[in-house]
């Protein structure tokens, strides 16, 4: 026979990570809100549409989703979170995705050997 202990311990980290989980939305809303006040137009503009990101709504429904650095689209986002929709890997999967679409879209935005350099250095400082 189990002991209660043992489902006591199983519900203490399911709530832990509920939280954390939580937490790390709220937390992805006060990013994304500093990208879409602080990038510059052209380049909210140039970074376009991450396409795939998938969520699973309220209504437990999973299916891939679009972002854009706009400010409607920040602000339907924050609607959906607050309302219970969750990126199904993890908002730092999307911080990621979010910052590769931003890296390739400056890369192949003409960027001068320079430019090149910096962005390198961003990653991979030597």
Not at 11 to 21: E, K, P, Q, T
Not at 77 to 82: L, N
């Amino acid at each position: 026979m189990l002991k209660s202990s043992i489902f006591k311990a199983v519900a203490d980290l399911v709530s832990g990570a509920d939280a954390r989980n939580e937490a790390d939305h709220k937390a992805f809303l006060v990013f994304y809100r500093d990208l879409v006040e602080t990038i510059p137009t052209e380049v909210c503009q140039a970074f376009g549409t991450l396409g795939g990101v998938r969520a699973r709504t309220a209504a437990n429904e999973e299916k891939p989703f679009g972002l854009q650095l706009s400010v409607a689209d920040y602000l339907w986002w924050k609607r959906q979170i607050e309302e219970g929709t969750r990126f199904v890997a993890g908002p730092s999967s999307v911080q990621m995705d979010m910052l590769d679409r931003l890296t390739r879209k400056a890369d192949i935005h003409r960027l001068t050997a320079d430019e090149r350099k910096a962005l390198i250095a961003l990653f991979d400082p030597a």
